[in-house]
């Protein structure tokens, strides 16, 4: 049911799927679609969780190679849009935006989301080796960074002029925000 409902809303967007042709596509009653999708935002949760669950075993597998925090935020961006290039961009935008709609559905927490839980623990690795600033708080700074991240592929194409460079730059101030300060003591 899900594929089914994910080709239509490729095909057509989500607000202008079809659920009668998502259901007869995956050759089940109408009611039936209901029981496991109450609205549409639950297919795109559903959708999440599957693509999350497919990162995060891409990302586990690079994290199991020699790695700095940096090449991991950066691996994070690229991973997002290889999202984006299997997906349409409209399927894409739909997604992402799910994180900042009013109508998400609210049963999910941020243990739900394994790319938070992966990046949540290196950033603590990270601090734990001096790294990151000893004050930072590594899951509220691992949403901040994927939030973020998202807001930027919803408001960008990947035509879109500079993109790329601006990715680098927000996964280097996103950095800076997490590094200690190296500076001598400034005072007022």
């Given at each position: 049911m899900l594929?089914?409902?994910?080709?239509?809303?490729?095909r057509?967007?989500?607000?202008?799927?079809?659920?009668?042709?998502?259901?007869?596509?995956?050759?089940?009653?109408?009611?039936?679609?209901?029981?496991?999708?109450?609205t549409?935002?639950?297919?795109l949760?559903?959708?999440?969780?599957?693509?999350?669950?497919?990162?995060?075993?891409?990302?586990?597998?690079?994290?199991?190679?020699?790695?700095?925090?940096?090449?991991?935020?950066?691996?994070?961006?690229?991973?997002?849009?290889?999202?984006?290039?299997?997906?349409?961009?409209?399927?894409?935008?739909?997604?992402?935006g799910?994180?900042?709609?009013?109508?998400r559905?609210?049963?999910?927490?941020?243990?739900?989301?394994?790319?938070?839980v992966?990046l949540?623990?290196?950033?603590?690795?990270?601090?734990?080796r001096?790294?990151?600033?000893?004050?930072?708080?590594?899951?509220?700074?691992?949403?901040?960074?994927?939030?973020?991240?998202?807001?930027?592929?919803?408001?960008?194409?990947?035509?879109?002029?500079?993109?790329?460079?601006?990715?680098?730059?927000?996964?280097?101030?996103?950095l800076?925000?997490?590094?200690?300060d190296?500076s001598?003591?400034?005072?007022?």
């Amino acid at each position: 049911m899900l594929d089914a409902a994910v080709v239509e809303f490729k095909r057509n967007g989500t607000a202008a799927a079809d659920i009668n042709a998502v259901v007869a596509a995956a050759g089940v009653a109408r009611s039936t679609f209901y029981f496991h999708f109450p609205t549409k935002e639950h297919v795109l949760l559903e959708l999440i969780r599957r693509e999350e669950a497919h990162v995060a075993r891409e990302l586990s597998r690079f994290l199991d190679e020699p790695h700095d925090l940096p090449a991991m935020l950066t691996e994070i961006v690229r991973l997002v849009m290889d999202l984006e290039s299997r997906w349409n961009g409209s399927l894409f935008r739909d997604v992402i935006g799910l994180y900042f709609s009013p109508t998400r559905p609210d049963d999910d927490e941020w243990t739900d989301h394994p790319v938070i839980v992966l990046l949540a623990a290196e950033i603590l690795r990270a601090r734990n080796r001096g790294e990151v600033h000893a004050d930072v708080d590594a899951f509220p700074s691992s949403v901040f960074f994927l939030l973020g991240l998202y807001a930027l592929f919803t408001t960008t194409r990947h035509t879109t002029p500079g993109r790329d460079a601006l990715l680098s730059k927000y996964v280097a101030s996103a950095l800076r925000s997490l590094l200690p300060d190296r500076s001598p003591d400034r005072r007022p």
